[in-house]
C-alpha cells in the first residue's frame, strides 16, 4: 500500500496477524457494538526497517557502533593562516557587542528598580530576563562612552 506523508511517499505492508484456531475465544461489547475476541498465535511485532539519520549519518537503532579504521599517519602540514576578519564580519560583531551591552543594562535596570518597589532578589534570576529586539530609541540613548553606563 503507498502512502503519503508530508510530501514523502513510502510503501507500506501492515502485519499479518494469523490465529491459533479460527474459533472465537469470547464475545463482548465495545461502545455498544459486538466484539469477537481471538487468541494470536504470537505476540505481533514490528519489523525494525528504520533507516534513520542524525545529522547525515545513517544509523539504525540496537547495532553496535563501528570501531573507526586506523588511518595511516600524515605529516603535519602548516595550517593556513586564519582569514582576516572582513569589514562586515567586524561591524556586525561590534553591533552584537552593542546588544548585549543594551540589554545588560535594562535587566540592571530592571533588578534595581524591582528592589526599589520591595520585590525580592529573586527576579535578577527569573527566567524570563530581557529579550527580543531593542526599541530603536534605547540605541540613541545608550552611548558607548564610560559615563553613560548606567
Known amino acids: 500500500m503507498k502512502l503519503t506523508y508530508r510530501g514523502t511517499s513510502y510503501e507500506y505492508t501492515p502485519p499479518e496477524v494469523s ?7 469470547g464475545t463482548g461489547k465495545y461502545r455498544g457494538l459486538d466484539w469477537r475476541f481471538r487468541n494470536p498465535k504470537k505476540a505481533m511485532v514490528m519489523p525494525a526497517t528504520l533507516e534513520l539519520r542524525y545529522r547525515g549519518v545513517a544509523y539504525r537503532p540496537g547495532e553496535a557502533a563501528q570501531a573507526p579504521v586506523a588511518e595511516p599517519a600524515v605529516a603535519p602540514t602548516a595550517a593556513p593562516a586564519p582569514a582576516l576578519a572582513t569589514a562586515v564580519d567586524r ?25 526599589e518597589v520591595g520585590l525580592s532578589e529573586s527576579i ?21 562612552s564610560a559615563a553613560s553606563l548606567s
Open 91 to 115: 561591524s556586525r560583531a561590534l553591533m552584537m557587542k552593542q546588544q548585549r551591552q543594551i540589554k545588560n543594562r535594562q535587566q540592571a535596570l530592571l533588578s534595581r528598580s524591582a528592589n
Open 19 to 25: 490465529f491459533e484456531n479460527s474459533e472465537i475465544v
Open 124 to 144: 535578577s534570576n527569573y527566567w524570563n530576563r530581557i529579550q527580543g529586539k531593542v526599541h530603536p530609541t534605547f540605541r540613541a540613548m545608550y552611548g558607548r
